[in-house]
Structure formats: structure tokens, C-alpha cells
């Protein structure tokens, strides 16, 4: 009997210890933000105060996780000759120190990643997306911004890479649109075509506006 009994504690023991794993994983877990939640906040704030760089800057980024890149290119575009880059510097860069205490935040770290995409510091913005991946693998929308970074700084074959990537999550006409761009740039047309042709109504409207 004290034999089995000592067994039953060490059983005890044992499932307290998994389920004290579990939960300690669970709360550990990387808390992705409510990007729907923070588009509708902000899309009320830019009603009262269009001009509002920070409720601009999370609306364009909860735009783009959410996958509507059409919507965040036209919200970048309303901002025109509007936009003032040592005003937006100013308000976003209280927001990057606080990343060196939180290194796991994704806002944080999307408001870096795109950061350096404003500011055209591309390899800032390849690190901090690249940070982002690791934390959130699938996100494909992150993804293919990783791979117009390195498009932005001609490294071809990365960018053919990451937005191939992407479409194994999920078929999309964004990463399509980078490859035919990427292909174009190295000179495959025929390679470039088939892919824009890919790209839809996203494709039509960017080049469009470009």
C-alpha cells in the first residue's frame, strides 16, 4: 500500500507539473493585436481629426494585416503632400524605445518594420519584419512586405523567396504583384506577365496610382 501510495504522488505530482506547463505556454503565447478592433478606433478618430499622424500610421497598418492592402495604399495616398516625415519621425519614434522593453510586441514592432519602410531604411524594415515572422510564421501579409523590402534594395532572389513563401499560406494577388514586379526588374517578361496577370484589381489600382 505505501508503495502504490507513493506512486499516486508521483502521478500527482507529474500532472500538476504538465498542466502548470500548459498553462505557463498558454500565457506565454505571443498576443497578436485585434487589427479589426484597431482599424474601426481609428477610423472614428480620423473622422473627428483626419490629420492625426498615429491614428493615420495604425489605421494603414491594421489595414495591411488584415490583408486589404488596396485600402492601406489608398489611406497612404490620401495622405499626399500632406505628409510630413520629420512629424511622423517625431511621434512614432517614442514608440521604437519602448520596443527594447517589450521585444515581443507585435504593434510595436509593426510600428518599426514600417518605420523603416517610411523612411525608405529598408533594412530596418527587413529586421523588424523578420522579427514579426518569427513570433506570427503565417502571416503572409508581413511576408510580402518582408519581400518588397528586399526588392526595395534589389536583392532579387530574397524577394522572389519571401513572396513565394507567402502564397504556400495562402493564394494571394499581392505576392503575385511583387513578382511580376520582381521579374520585370530582372528582365523575365514573359515571367512578369503571368504573374501580373495574377494580380487583379490590387495590381490594376497600385499601378495605377504609381
Do not use: C
Amino acid at each position: 500500500m505505501i508503495i502504490i501510495k507513493r506512486y499516486k504522488i508521483i502521478y500527482i505530482v507529474i500532472t500538476i507539473s504538465m498542466l502548470l506547463l500548459i498553462s505557463f505556454s498558454a500565457s506565454a503565447a505571443v498576443q497578436e493585436p485585434d487589427w479589426r478592433a484597431l482599424k474601426e478606433k481609428n477610423i472614428e478618430k480620423l473622422e473627428k481629426k483626419p490629420d492625426d499622424i498615429m491614428a493615420n500610421y495604425n489605421l494603414t497598418i491594421s489595414l495591411v494585416n488584415l490583408g486589404d492592402i488596396k485600402a492601406a495604399y489608398n489611406n497612404i495616398n490620401k495622405l499626399g503632400s500632406d505628409f510630413e516625415e520629420q512629424k511622423f519621425v517625431k511621434k512614432v519614434s517614442p514608440y521604437l524605445y519602448e520596443l527594447s522593453k517589450y521585444q515581443e510586441n507585435i504593434l510595436l514592432l509593426n510600428y518599426a518594420a514600417f518605420y523603416g519602410v517610411i523612411v525608405e531604411d529598408y533594412d530596418l524594415s527587413i529586421k523588424y519584419f523578420n522579427k514579426i515572422l518569427k513570433l506570427t510564421p503565417e502571416n503572409y501579409n508581413i511576408r510580402n512586405f518582408l519581400s518588397a523590402s528586399h526588392l526595395e534594395l534589389e536583392e532579387y532572389d530574397l524577394a522572389i523567396k519571401e513572396a513565394k513563401k507567402a502564397l504556400e499560406t495562402k493564394d494571394n494577388e499581392f505576392s503575385h504583384l511583387l513578382l511580376g514586379a520582381i521579374y520585370y526588374e530582372t528582365g523575365n517578361i514573359l515571367k512578369a506577365l503571368n504573374q501580373l496577370s495574377k494580380s487583379g484589381s490590387l495590381g490594376r489600382e497600385i499601378l495605377n496610382n504609381n
